[in-house]
């Protein structure tokens, strides 16, 4: 097990030989296991990878469903975002639109702003208009959400139904001014 020296060899050529491989197999073999278990390692995200719902950094971006079977999804089209409302129970609340603000995806709270292109225009903002959404408690499996909705004895406020421009929909359609009583629960799917 000790390496041998000879009375000539100098002090650096000793050091050198103490800690040189005596299996140049063996250490060979160890490097390719370290460098692969490090590359498999850096290759994974610790806590989820780009398409996996519980990425380290949640986001609106997705697939979310109720437990009353209702849902939205909100992906990335040619133009920024589509932003589309789907309740089987009820064909006519479903809508859908282009997202026309720029909100950050990633916070806990936010809201949209979409201009409306499909409607079921009975219980949904009509076609052509603006309307907003507001979400809270963004976390990696869960959120919650909602159109803007008001209503004053029973009565929906004309806001209900969208607004003719962007700016008025974001001045009136505001938790401040009575909409978004209720969020909904939705889990990412």
Known sequence: MFTRFSPQESPERRSAARIAPRRPAAAIALAV???FASFAFAGCALMGGEDDPAAAVPSVVG???SSFGDGFSLT???????FAYVS????TSNYGGIVVNEPDLTATAGYLTIHVT????VYAPLEGTYYVLRWEELGARGIKQGGAGKYTNGTPAPGNAGLATREDAEAELTKENGYFDVLGPYERQ
């Open 33 to 35: 296991l370290t460098a």
């Open 63 to 65: 697939t979310w469903v």
């Open 76 to 82: 990335k089209a040619d133009a920024g975002y589509q």
């Open 88 to 91: 089987p129970s009820y064909p």
């Open 118 to 121: 499909e409607s079921g225009e």
